[in-house]
C-alpha cells in the first residue's frame, strides 16, 4: 500500500513538472541595434534648447544647443551597441524646461547582422516625445 502512495506522489509529482510552464531564459542586455546616427525632430512652433540625451548606465550624451522649429538636427558618429537600456531627454522651450523619462527607442522587428540604424527622437506638442530607431 505504502509503495503505491509513493508512486502516486511520484507520478504526481513527474506530471506537475512536466506541465509547468518553462521561465524564458533571457539574456541580460541583449544587443538590439547598432546605432550610428542621431536625428532630433522638433515638431513644434518654438525653438528648442540645451538638448541633451543620456543613456543609463552609460557615459554616453549628445548634447545639442538649438533645434529650429518644425526643423532637425542629425549627426552620425561610430556605431554603438543599443542595449535596449532607458534614455533621458532634457531640453528648454519658451524657457521652460522639459525632462522625459524612461526613453527606450522602438526598433524594426527584424534588425540583420552588421546593418546600422539612426536612432530618432521627435519632440512634439505638450513636452510629448516619440523614440524609434530605423
Known sequence: MKILQGLSVLLTLLCASCSAPQSPKVQ???????????VIINNTQADITEVRLTIAESARQVNVSRVLPM??????????????????????????????????FSTPREVYEGEQLRAFLTIGSEGKVRAEAK
Open 28 to 38: 541580460p542586455n541583449p544587443v538590439i541595434a547598432d546605432i550610428n546616427g542621431l
Open 71 to 104: 526643423s532637425e538636427f542629425a549627426t552620425v558618429f561610430q556605431a554603438k551597441e543599443y542595449r535596449g537600456r532607458p534614455a533621458k531627454l532634457t531640453w528648454r522651450q519658451g524657457g521652460v524646461g522639459h525632462v522625459s523619462l524612461g526613453l527606450i
